[in-house]
């Protein structure tokens, strides 16, 4: 009983040691509250009224049937059985794999190639990293889609290239063979925005492991695969999130190449695009937003067994 008696009162000192609670009111805590909530209205009108609002409003509509003209009809979970058995969504489905599996790796290869011949040094750094960097400002825009069906058209700058070589190229856009990769091409051309995360990421591995790789006798190409990549990891990491949520929603391309319409032959038909077609062309807007949300839970999957998969293979410092 000693020993309890002598607890409390160890406990009974130690809280007298503690700063008293300010029970003051809120607005007497923090005087300058009012000015920071006003300079933030703006940023929490835009976040509620743009995105939460109508995330909170699809969610909604996702188990209803809505055409835009009458009032939504409460349906339970048919619109998302419905997509199960919707032969052109698996086929959307499949198309934008088959565009994140290729054009994504190719993208980021492709830009660490880029980011490794720029770490060298060379005269013009400046100028080399903005025109590279030029092509993902632009690759998203209407204008450069349109020039894309010129450069890959029957009779477009492509196919008047191999004619030097006496090759007589096909409609590559007009092929459904090989209209899916006219588009992929793009998305690799839009390599710029990776390029310049690698090229900030090769700067900051510390030049003592080279020297000593050298000292060793490592090759350049040894260095590279046991020295750059391991110590790139996080960033490689970084990109390859980014780049594959950006590639399961790309519309613009897809959409201005083909005319709006997936073709030919709905080789082209991202799950965005049949998503638009579906809420904006035949006004099935609860259809739609439940498609919207599947694929907001295609994405998160992807990018948890991504984080799952990271540390088998991401290396960070510590």
């Not at 007009?174 to 700067?203: C, D, E, K, Q, Y």
């Not at 020297?211 to 790139?232: H, W, Y």
């Not at 929603?249 to 897809?254: C, L, P």
Request: proline content about 5%.
């Amino acid at each position: 009983m000693s020993s309890i008696g002598e607890l409390r009162t160890i406990v009974r000192k130690r809280g007298r040691g503690r700063p008293a609670r300010d029970r003051r009111p809120f607005r007497h805590r923090y005087p300058d509250a009012k000015e920071g909530y006003a300079f933030m209205a703006p940023w929490l009108l835009g976040f509620f009224g743009l995105t939460v609002g109508p995330m909170i409003a699809s969610l909604v509509l996702s188990f209803t049937n809505y055409n835009l003209l009458q009032a939504p009809t409460f349906i339970g979970l048919a619109n998302f059985q419905q997509m199960f058995t919707d032969q052109r969504l698996l086929h959307s489905l499949r198309v934008t794999a088959t565009y994140v599996a290729c054009g994504v790796p190719l993208q980021l290869g492709f830009a660490l190639l880029v980011a490794i011949v720029l770490d060298k040094g060379m005269k013009g750094l400046t100028f080399y990293r903005s025109i590279f960097y030029l092509p993902s400002l632009l690759g998203s825009s209407v204008a450069v889609a349109i020039l894309w069906r010129q450069v890959f058209g029957k009779q477009g700058l492509f196919n008047w290239a191999l004619s030097f070589l006496g090759i007589d190229g096909p409609g590559w856009i007009s092929n459904p063979s090989t209209a899916l990769g006219t588009i992929i091409v793009l998305h690799v051309w839009t390599f710029g925005s990776p390029m310049v995360i690698f090229l900030a990421g090769l700067r900051q591995i510390p030049t003592m492991y080279y020297e000593a790789a050298q000292v060793d006798g490592a090759s350049k190409l040894r260095q590279f695969f046991t020295i750059t990549i391991p110590l790139l990891t996080p960033v490689i990491f970084f990109n390859l999130v980014l780049q594959i949520i950006g590639a399961f929603q790309s519309f613009t391309q897809a959409y201005i190449v083909s005319g709006g319409k997936g073709g030919p032959a709905d080789s082209t038909l991202f799950y965005s695009m049949y998503l638009y077609e579906k809420g904006f062309r035949t006004f099935q807007m609860g259809y739609a937003s439940a498609m919207a949300w599947f694929l907001l839970a295609v994405i998160a999957i992807i990018t948890g067994i991504n984080f799952w998969l990271s540390k088998y293979w991401v290396h960070y410092d510590d």
